[in-house]
């Protein structure tokens, strides 16, 4: 089992920057697969960003590509999500995600984070 923990979120001007961190626990995080998604008010959950469970591989959504950068460090059990210039519509629930060897993007995650309010003010 894996517990997973976000931290990193808060109050952003639009243009500015922010970087998620999910510590995971429980289970070492080698051979899983992590991803990001978001929650916005009255929407529906969306995929942000996967890194594979060596970090090789990344895939992003098309909103985010060029602004995020998804990474990991698998000594620290640890991957991050690095948002650069942020817009208000990127204001959302941050959740982070991980499934143990799945086929390559994933499309279902076993475990989740509890989330971190990122919040972007025009």
């Not at 995971?24 to 969306?46: D, H, I, L, N, Y």
């Not at 594979?52 to 895939?59: C, L, R, V």
């Not at 992003?60 to 059990?77: E, M, P, Q």
């Amino acid at each position: 089992q894996v517990q997973l923990v976000e931290s990193g979120g808060g109050w952003v001007q639009a243009g500015g920057s922010l970087r998620l961190s999910c510590a995971a626990s429980g289970r070492t995080v080698s051979r899983f697969s992590m991803g990001w998604f978001r929650q916005a008010p009255g929407k529906e959950r969306e995929f942000v960003a996967t890194i594979n469970w060596s970090g090789a591989s990344t895939s992003y959504a098309d909103s985010v590509k060029g602004r995020f950068t998804i990474s990991r460090d698998s000594a620290r059990n640890t991957v991050y999500l690095q948002m650069n210039g942020l817009k208000p519509e990127d204001t959302a629930v941050y959740y982070c995600a991980a499934v143990w060897r799945p086929t390559w993007p994933p499309s279902e995650y076993d475990y989740w984070g509890q989330g971190t309010q990122v919040t972007v003010s025009s």
